[in-house]
């Protein structure tokens, strides 16, 4: 069973930056797909990036493309996500999940994960 636990989220005026961290363990596969999604009440969760391990290729929603970065430390079995140019519509929770390497066929979709952190807050303020 993979454990996930984020941190770095916080509160910021538009236009600044975060970067979120999760920090990976139990999992004993070469192959995996590794995501960050955000959800705010009432809404659905939604697919903001993710990176397929072992080749780092990366994916990303339409709406953050440009702005957010997903990387992975393997030596730290850590994934991050770096949040620049925020806006108030990035409010949100954030969560990161993994999934066997075939989700990152469909790398925005929460069905294909199975693993999950418990999520960091974001908030940006106007």
Known sequence: Q???????????QTGGSLKLSCAASGYTATSY????FR???????EGVAAIYTPTN????G???KGRFTISRDNAKDTVYLQMNDLKPEDSATYY???GGGWACYTPLNPDEFRSWGPGSQVSVSS
């Not at 993979?2 to 910021?12: A, I, K």
């Not at 797909?33 to 960050?36: D, I, L, N, S, T």
């Open 39 to 45: 959800q705010i009440p009432g809404k659905e969760r």
């Open 2 to 12: 993979v454990r996930l636990v984020e941190s770095g989220g916080g509160s910021v």
């Open 62 to 64: 339409d709406s953050v």
């Open 57 to 60: 290729s990366t994916y990303y």
């Open 33 to 36: 797909c590794w995501g960050w």
């Open 96 to 98: 990161c999940a993994a």
